[in-house]
């Protein structure tokens, strides 16, 4: 296929919080092009249910939230990282309600709620359940005051392009055409990766394509054995993993087992509201101990009216299972929910590749450690957003960064017969998930993770095979991006955060220190 040429000033690759804000950065730089997927809506900020973090209520102080955020990051947080996220957080959030966000509010003041882990009610919220969607609303409209800033909705990122060790730009399939996209400066900005296991409350977006590009590209990928699961989400046969909301246990729900035991106290001095990780365990071992598949959460003891007007969506969601959640114990199971580690960035979302950037999911900037504090997620794409675009703003103005020069890149699609069918794609993303979930999923072994490696190695010809479609580059993309999570989960013989080793309990050697991968390279401590 020949591509078609673009330029650009400023290439956007992810539409969510982090793409968003990084684009509204730049607007006045230069142009902009922010590409999507898919439909704009569809990413894993658009999902986001619980809130936003934020030290801002008057009983809450910056200090603490760091306090908690590093606490919950189990010893691995970049301090300098989480000081700037506290930090920035709040004069973000009150620009972005001055640009429209509308949070929920208790007569004239914000409404903050309680989430996991932290030790005052901080998080914002908005129609209840509702927050990544008003947040997204309010960034997609700023975004749409500015004429520098084009979209491409359903244009999917096969790969950088590289000139000399430098990110020049982007191949994009969008549709049946394909677009070399050159620019001074590329962000990525391409969310998570939690489609790779089965149980997941990720869209169907988030499959680790930005980590898979950056990785093929040459770049440093970081922590990628840091895998967080969230503790609660709807286990009922045929229903997809749908996420049921941290804060409804910052309201007061608890969490019993399967013989309607509560339990989380006889695990955590924080019961239910304990870090995530701690959670998820201890949810597993009651399933475990019950040989059952779920444990539930109890609402039942709140007030009908509150739930109805505090979570409506989900309670909307379970009363086509036949739950209502005002009368109903809610079976829940965890799932895979955010990756901590990516592509590695320093403070201004600078990737090891010259040109490239990256902020949001898709990045590592150590800021959560090996365990992300609840709600602190979509804080880190506005700070971290922001921030990334000023850099590659500087970037392009103090190195005087022109465009390249235009010739043509090898783009990994083929005209030829397809060398596998549509059927064998399927079948191959099905397994791996099921594999990544078995072997690679909360609690791990030396033995699990030989197994998943020993599947993996065989699919590997897959990485190297040119596809003609996105279903195919995606599995690609996945398939790299489990073994990023496999080999750093094999090479970290210790526990800490999300990452648990049955066979290693202990925090075993080097543990403060970070994993680092590169490109035909083995894994290995960072310095
Ligand atoms: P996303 O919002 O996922 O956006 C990724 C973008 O990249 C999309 O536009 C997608 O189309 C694009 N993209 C991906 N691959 C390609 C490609 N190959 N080519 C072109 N474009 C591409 N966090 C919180 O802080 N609070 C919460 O309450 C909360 N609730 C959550 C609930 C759910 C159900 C989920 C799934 C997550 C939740 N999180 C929450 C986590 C948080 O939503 C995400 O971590 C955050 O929104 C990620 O933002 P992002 O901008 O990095 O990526
Ligand atoms: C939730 O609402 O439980 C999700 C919050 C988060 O992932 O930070």
Same mark, same amino acid.
């Given at each position: ?114 989430? /996991? +882990? ?11 359940? %509702? @927050? !990544?969607?008003? #947040?997204?609303? =309010? ?52 969310? /998570? +990766? ?11 977006? %988030? @499959? !680790?394509?930005? #980590?898979?590009? =950056? ?66 365990? %201890? ?74 950037? %990256? ?169």
């Amino acid at each position: 296929m020949k591509p078609s040429v673009k330029t650009v000033d400023f290439l956007v690759i992810g539409g969510g919080v982090a793409g968003l804000r990084a684009a509204i950065e730049l607007a006045a730089k230069g142009s902009v092009l922010v590409l999507t997927k898919d439909k704009p809506t569809e990413s894993s900020t658009g999902y986001a249910q619980g809130g936003i973090a934020v030290a801002l209520s008057d009983e809450d102080e910056v200090s603490i939230h760091y306090e908690d955020t590093i606490k919950a990051g189990d010893g691995l947080c970049r301090e300098d990282a989480v000081k700037i996220l506290v930090e920035e957080g709040p004069p973000l959030i009150l620009e972005l309600i001055s640009w429209g966000a509308e949070f929920d509010k208790e007569g004239s003041k914000l409404s903050f709620t309680m989430e /996991g +882990a932290h030790s005052r009610k901080r998080i914002l919220h908005s129609r209840g359940d %509702a @927050t !990544g969607k008003e #947040i997204e609303r =309010a960034l997609i409209n700023k975004v749409r005051s500015f004429p520098s800033i084009a979209k491409f909705d359903f244009a999917f990122t096969l790969d950088l392009i590289m000139d000399n060790n430098k990110c020049v730009g982007a191949t994009v399939l969008r549709g049946d055409s394909v677009i070399n996209i050159f620019a001074k400066a590329v962000i990525l900005a391409t969310g /998570g +990766a939690g489609q790779i296991f089965s149980r997941t409350t990720n869209p169907m977006i %988030a @499959t !680790g394509d930005g #980590i898979a590009i =950056a990785y093929r590209a040459g770049a440093l990928i970081s922590d990628a054995e840091f895998m967080q699961f969230h503790p609660t989400t709807l286990y009922f046969p045929a229903a997809p993993p749908f996420l049921l909301s941290e804060a409804m246990r910052g309201e007061g729900a608890v969490l019993k087992n399967i013989h309607g035991k509560r339990f989380m106290p006889e695990y955590h001095e924080m019961s239910e509201l304990a870090p995530r990780d701690a959670v998820t365990r %201890a949810i597993l071992s009651e399933m475990v101990q019950t040989n059952s598949r779920h444990v539930y959460l109890d609402l039942t003891h709140l007030d009908k009216e509150f739930i109805k007007k505090r979570f409506p969506l989900i309670y909307a969601t379970c009363l086509q299972y036949n739950i209502d959640i005002t009368e109903d114990l809610i079976p829940v199971s965890p799932a895979a929910h955010y990756i901590m580690g990516g592509v590695y960035t320093n403070l201004d979302g600078e990737t090891s590749i010259k040109g490239l950037f %990256a902020a949001g999911e898709v990045a590592s900037t150590g800021v959560h450690g090996a365990n992300r504090l609840a709600s602190n997620s979509l804080l880190e794409g506005l700070v971290y957003g922001a921030r990334t675009g000023k850099q590659a703003a500087r970037y392009v103005d103090e190195e005087k960064i022109g465009l390249a020069e235009i010739k043509s890149y090898p783009t990994g699609l083929t005209d030829k017969e397809p060398s596998m069918s549509a059927l064998d794609i399927e079948k191959t993303r099905s397994t791996l998930r099921q594999v990544m979930w078995n072997k690679v999923g909360i609690i791990r072994c030396e033995e699990s993770l030989s197994i998943a490696k020993k599947w993996l190695g065989k699919k590997h010809f897959i990485i190297e095979t040119p596809f003609q479609n996105r279903r195919g580059f995606e599995l690609k993309n996945m398939l790299t991006v489990a073994q990023l999570i496999t080999d750093s989960a094999l090479f970290r013989k210790g526990s800490v955060g999300a990452h648990f080793r049955s066979d290693h309990k202990g925090r075993g050697d080097n543990w403060q220190k970070h994993t680092a991968c590169k490109k035909d390279q083995p894994v290995t401590w960072m310095d």
